[in-house]
């Protein structure tokens, strides 16, 4: 993001309170997400080579789903770290973390381009979701490397690309017409798509210092009861969405929604509802 430090301040200052306010929704979600997430959360798991014993960070952590997949992974003798720029997601994790019971996972508010935790202290790193709205994803991946052990495994998961996540390009494109807005470049820094480009993600973890790096596209459908249920979802918990429209009145917003269901109807099936999506799994390691 080629902004003024000024201007980084503010934009995670934005986001910090974005994602404290959809805090709620996105903890009370958490089995849908959980569900939608799975089959991506176990391959990311292993491909930064997560086994008993190790000592993980979990970035950008959200409410914990993952992050209590990864403790039982590890078990009692490993430990997770789990961090998240946002206090009362964390406030949730923390709590999630408490009621299952695993005292060797600790959570704590952390930027994710500033983790605060020593070099080389972690066996293995992941990131599910979250890279791709950093302001300096290169940053992040410094960072991240900068934690690992030599020889130390990381795992991210970003969205690909526009063309393949058809129901946030919906989303998106359709608050900013609501909202007046011009559509911005897909991939800009920060954004839900900002990591998508052919080739991007792998040639900023080269630029990180990461080797063997590889990237897998994996198709990821969210399968809900209805698009109404997919749209409680949204609604409570889709921050960048709801900023979008946040200076709506009333009328003018439920007007920008209406619209918004009457496009993801399209996703209607016999059995439901189901949004089709796309995501970019990338593994690395650090140098031995």
């Not at 063309?163 to 998106?172: A, D, G, K």
């Not at 494109?173 to 998508?196: E, I, K, Q, V, Y």
């Amino acid at each position: 993001m080629n902004t003024s430090g000024t201007d980084t301040r503010a934009f995670k200052a934005s986001m910090r309170t974005q994602w404290d306010a959809a805090a709620a929704g996105w903890d009370t979600h958490s089995p849908a997400l959980r569900a939608w997430l799975r089959t991506s959360t176990e391959a990311m798991i292993a491909m930064a080579g997560v086994v008993a014993g190790s000592r993980v960070l979990d970035v950008a952590a959200g409410a914990g789903d993952q992050t209590l997949d990864l403790a039982e992974r590890v078990g009692p003798s490993g430990a997770v770290v789990a961090t998240d720029l946002s206090t009362a997601i964390i406030a949730r994790a923390r709590d999630r973390v408490r009621r299952a019971g695993f005292d060797h996972v600790q959570c704590r508010v952390a930027d994710g381009e500033d983790l605060q935790v020593e070099e080389a202290s972690f066996d293995a790193v992941v990131c599910r979701l979250g890279l791709m709205l950093f302001p300096d994803a290169l940053q992040g991946l410094r960072e991240m490397r900068r934690a690992l052990r030599p020889g130390g495994g990381v795992c991210t998961i970003v969205f690909s690309g526009p063309e393949r996540n058809p129901c946030l390009r919906i989303l998106m494109g359709t608050a900013l017409r609501h909202a007046g807005r011009p559509a911005p470049d897909p991939f800009a820094a920060g954004s839900l798509f900002s990591l998508a480009r052919p080739g991007h993600i792998d040639a900023l973890f080269h630029e990180a210092g990461f080797r063997d790096v590889a990237t897998t596209a994996v198709d990821a459908s969210f399968p809900m009861p209805s698009v109404d249920d997919y749209l409680a979802f949204v609604r409570s918990s889709a921050s960048p969405i709801l900023q979008i429209l946040s200076g709506l009145g009333e009328e003018a917003a439920n007007a920008a929604w209406d619209d918004i269901r009457e496009q993801l109807r399209a996703f209607d099936t016999p059995a439901g509802w189901e949004g089709p999506n796309e995501l970019l799994l990338t593994a690395a390691r650090r140098p031995g």
